[in-house]
Every structure is written in C-alpha cells, then in structure tokens.
C-alpha cells in the first residue's frame, strides 16, 4: 500500500519515503520547495505535515509537535569525522503511563531529562535502544533504512523487559520528525551518515524489583563518521575465552542497554593490547565463534 501526504501549498516537491522490506527509505531535500511524503508500507499510515513558509515548519502530527526546520548546514569537518557524540538541536519525547498508553509526541531542544534516582532504568536496568542510519545522497535528499524493523525489534525487547513499547506507526514517524528537525546535521554524500538512537527506559521511580510505573521513548541524532577508526580497511580482533557476551535464556537477544556496560573489560583489555575489538566465543562450550561486542560477525568458507 502506498500513502502520499502532499503540503496544501502546491504540487508535490521532493520525497520523503520508507520503504518496507526494499531500498532505504527517502527524506526531503532541503526547502524551500514544499514536501511531498510518500510513504510506502505494510499498512500503517502517516499523519501530514503542514507548512507555515518556505524557512520553517510547523508538525501538527499527532505524535510530534512543535519543531522548527530550516534549511541551514552545519559547519563541520567533515573529512575527519570520527564516531562520537555531536550535540544536535532536537531531540523527540513521548511519555507513557500505568494505561500503556503512549503520549503524543513532542520535537523539543537537545537537552538534559529530568529523572528520578529511584527510576527503573538507573535501580534495575530497565531500558532498551536502537541504533539506525540517515544518509545524504547526492542530490540532497536524505534516505532511511527499514526504520520498521526497529521498530519491531523495540517491541520485541519491550515484550521481553516487561515494557510497553510505541507502536511501528509513532516508532517510524518519530524518527522522521527527529531527522527532519536536525537535517542540517546529515553529513554530505560519503562524509558520514546521521546517527539515530531511540530510547525506551523505565522513567518511573520504583524501590523494589517490578516494572517501573512510567516509560519514555526518546530519539536523538548525531552525525557520525566511521564507528572504528579503520574505517573501511579490515580491523584486528582477539578472540576471549574467559568472559562471554551472552548466555544461553538470557537476553542476548533483545537489545537491552544491560547487554552492554559487561563488554568494557575485555574490550579496553583488547585496545590497550592494540587490537579494535573482540571476538567471543559462545558461553555453552566456548569454542563457536559468537558476536563482537558491538556487531555481528559472519564466516566465509571459501
């Protein structure tokens, strides 16, 4: 199924896609033109997105408000553009109480979140993320990959920490709005890509082992060069044979933010020994090649 949202200004300019299972997904140019949003998925829909001028917009979405566009750029050095947090403009919330039920969303200013010390992700680790990619092409426009599959990923995580989790629809616009209201900060063609990190955390102060009483989803940005230094020349790894990255009925299988302070010790052992990362092997019989720390490892016999 294929839903166009168009501006009421005019004709339709450039367009900003998602793509279900196929090429990345398309994000608008620059303005001034108007944006056409065309949206291709497995049956959620888009809300539209109404334009005030040619320099700003407003998003009367229901799951995002109060963003503002422009179409500066940002002024970075981009040819060394390592892999690190850059401060953006915006970042998205949205709250989510005992009801399971998600508020509407809101594009606010980058910024610190008030949390309490009793909160569920800091006492219990209640927490999950994403971690995905907005890319510049040559002729400005701006692309996504699968944003759904993260989405569906969050809610599978979710299910198993005992979270409620945004549905696909909020999941995948929230991270339209988040890209549109920092596109100044997608770096050029083949400088890096724009960084996206959703969050879901137990937010609700709780003394005691059960799910916190309140969740929220955040989504921030941050332009990013090549994750190891490398870049695309082939990296060394060391193989460990005394810590394990995950364990068999664990939750090596979501993408909870637990599963990854564990991983400090061997891999700053592995860098001060010269090496980028590490390679470990599964915790049952602890000689299969598992994971790395940050990524899948796959073996070609040939």
Known sequence: MELGLASSRGPAGPSLAVAGRRPRSSLSPPLPRPLSLQVQ???????????????????QASVATKYMETDDTVDLDWENLGFGLVDTDFMYMAKCGPDGNFSKGEILPFGPIALSPSAGVLNYGQGL????????????SVLLFRPE??????????????????SVEQFVDAVKQTVLANKRWVPPT????????????????????????EYTF??????????????????????????????????????????YASVLKAQRTAKDKGYSDVLYLDAVHNKYLEEVSSCNIFVVKV
């Open 190 to 213: 083949g400088k890096g890509s724009l960084y996206i990190r959703p969050l879901l955390i137990g937010s609700g102060a709780i003394l005691g082992l059960a799910p916190a009483p």
């Open 41 to 59: 998925t497995r049956g959620y829909s888009m809300p539209t997105l109404h334009y005030k001028d040619h320099t700003t917009v407003g998003c």
């Open 218 to 259: 955040l989504i921030y940005v941050s332009p990013v060069g090549n994750y190891f230094k490398e870049g695309l020349a082939p990296i060394n790894l060391i193989i460990e044979d005394n810590f394990h990255r995950a364990a068999p009925g664990g939750t090596g299988g979501v993408k909870t933010i637990g599963n």
């Open 129 to 140: 993320f994403e971690g995905l990619k907005a890319y510049r092409k040559t002729d400005g």
């Open 149 to 166: 599959e993260n989405a569906i990923r969050m809610k599978n995580g979710s299910d198993r920490m005992c979270m409620p989790a945004p």
